[in-house]
């Protein structure tokens, strides 16, 4: 049985954060060079083990819009720079980046490195 609910609860988030800009530090991370395709930029992400639930935006796949919370397969740091976060899966097949992430607490920490 499929569960309709759960998508339209996940549209309805993306629209609302689609109508807030995209955050000034999404925006410094795409200007960036990394050197490699950043599948997706996460925002505000918090850490579940190896994986992250974040807001995405830039999604290269199209399966999410800017806006949406996703939930990340695994990752591994390849580095840290300028108070970003460049991540991978461990077979190097995508990137992403973190922009922002929750502490303990929920509130966002810069990343400094």
């Keep these: 049985m499929t569960n309709f609910s759960h998508k339209r609860v996940a549209e309805k988030e993306a629209v609302e954060h689609q109508s807030q800009e995209v955050p000034g530090a999404v925006i410094r991370a ?8 950043i599948d997706a ?5 918090a850490r579940v083990g190896q994986r992250y639930a974040a807001i995405v935006y830039g999604d290269k796949s199209g ?4 806006g949406m919370t996703v939930a990340t ?12 976060q460049l991540m ?16 303990a607490e ?5 990343i400094q490195h």
């Design 41 to 45: 930029y996460l925002y505000d992400a």
């Design 63 to 66: 399966a999410s819009l800017d």
């Design 106 to 110: 929920g509130h966002t920490d810069d």
């Design 30 to 37: 795409q200007a960036m060079d990394w050197g490699v395709t």
């Design 88 to 103: 991978r899966t461990p077979n190097g097949e995508h990137h992403f980046l973190i922009v922002s992430e929750l502490g």
């Design 73 to 84: 397969p695994t990752l591994e740091l390849v580095k840290a720079q300028s108070g970003f």
